[in-house]
């Protein structure tokens, strides 16, 4: 993968997560954390839909690697509704 390539994957996955904690109403921060999110939420999303033997929606190959972005920000808005959760109950212990 070339240097182009991952800033390209890179992104990517900073739209899918911004779209996934729109979704969710949270944020856990800027791009930086909208890429981490939506990196991490692209695993989550292709778990899910593995467990359940669901197809992949829409791929984008990048660098001879699909980026799965549906389940991408399938999978960020479950990470940043665990995070908003995570962070609600540390807040309310204060």
Same mark, same amino acid.
């Not at 991952?6 to 890429?35: E, K, N, R, T």
């Given at each position: 993968?070339?240097l182009?390539?991952? !800033?390209v994957l890179?992104? @990517?996955?900073a739209?899918c997560?911004s779209?996934g904690q729109s979704?969710?109403?949270?944020s856990?921060?800027?791009?930086l954390a909208?890429?981490?999110v939506?990196? !991490?939420g692209?695993? !989550?999303g292709?778990?899910?839909? $593995?467990?359940?033997?669901?197809p992949?929606f829409?791929?984008? $190959? !990048?660098? =001879?690697? %699909?980026? %799965?972005i549906i389940?991408?920000?399938? =999978?960020?808005?479950i990470f940043a509704a @665990?995070?908003?959760?995570i $962070?609600?109950l540390v807040? =309310?212990?204060r």
């Amino acid at each position: 993968m070339s240097l182009l390539q991952l !800033i390209v994957l890179l992104v @990517i996955a900073a739209i899918c997560g911004s779209l996934g904690q729109s979704l969710v109403g949270y944020s856990a921060g800027g791009c930086l954390a909208s890429m981490i999110v939506g990196i !991490i939420g692209a695993y !989550i999303g292709m778990w899910v839909a $593995n467990e359940f033997n669901l197809p992949v929606f829409f791929a984008l $190959n !990048i660098g =001879g690697k %699909p980026f %799965p972005i549906i389940w991408s920000v399938i =999978g960020s808005a479950i990470f940043a509704a @665990i995070l908003a959760l995570i $962070n609600r109950l540390v807040r =309310g212990n204060r």
